[in-house]
């Protein structure tokens, strides 16, 4: 396969940086994004010639649009976009300020849209390209705790959905991946927490035991995986990262479709039938 050219944002540490050591290991070209570009100074130094970093704030539109036009005129175009920057946002929905839930859509949801919106113009140009949206489980299902992480990625979901639909006579494809737990620090240093209220105590006992229940994936693994997705003639709409992840939204659909059942006479009521 020819080398392409990727742009990924949120490169300086968990799938980010993984993703594109991968691709430049392999012969791709990357435009590595992050706030602090001195974080990617190790690639830049391995990769002079393929490897471009670039600071990025993705909250920031204006500076989204001149840095993807400017990776454009760097490598003469781009193949593979990858939305990836983004961080977790812990707290019970009466937790969080106004200010915790504006930065979370801020980053997780704008962030993405305007990336996105930014790089249509040169993949419809060049009539191929393939974005890729780094969504979760948590974009399809939601735990306690993580409420507006989840709404974040709900979001994400959504309109990527809509765009693939909007895109593919253009020759673009779009790809949401779903990982499930994976050792990228997103509950680490990277995330946010909203002070506890004693009232939630109990259900933060609950949220915290689940989560130390769970078997983090390998970041590095997940390269591998990708690059089967990116590589793929008719790449999927969504993929699951992560060998459990399939069964919780297995049984997420399964409740949703006995609920939706057990009311659809009440759903033919409001029709008036």
Known sequence: MANRTWFITGTSRGFGREWAQAALERGDSVVGTARDPGTLQELAALHPQSFVAMALDVTDRDAVFRTVEQANRHF???????????????????????????????????????????ALPHLRARGAGHIVQVSSIGGITAFQGVGVYHASKWALEGFSQALAQEVRDFGINVTLIEPGGFSTDWGGSSARRAPRLEAYAPVHAQSDARRARNVPGDPVASAQALMRVVDAPVPPLRCFFGAHVLALAEADYASRLETWREWQPVAELAQGA
């Open 76 to 118: 003469g175009g781009l193949d593979i976009v990858v939305n990836n920057a983004g961080y977790g946002q812990f707290g019970m929905i009466e937790e969080l300020s106004e200010q915790d839930v504006r930065d979370q859509l801020e980053t997780n949801l704008m962030g993405a849209l305007w990336v996105t919106q930014a």
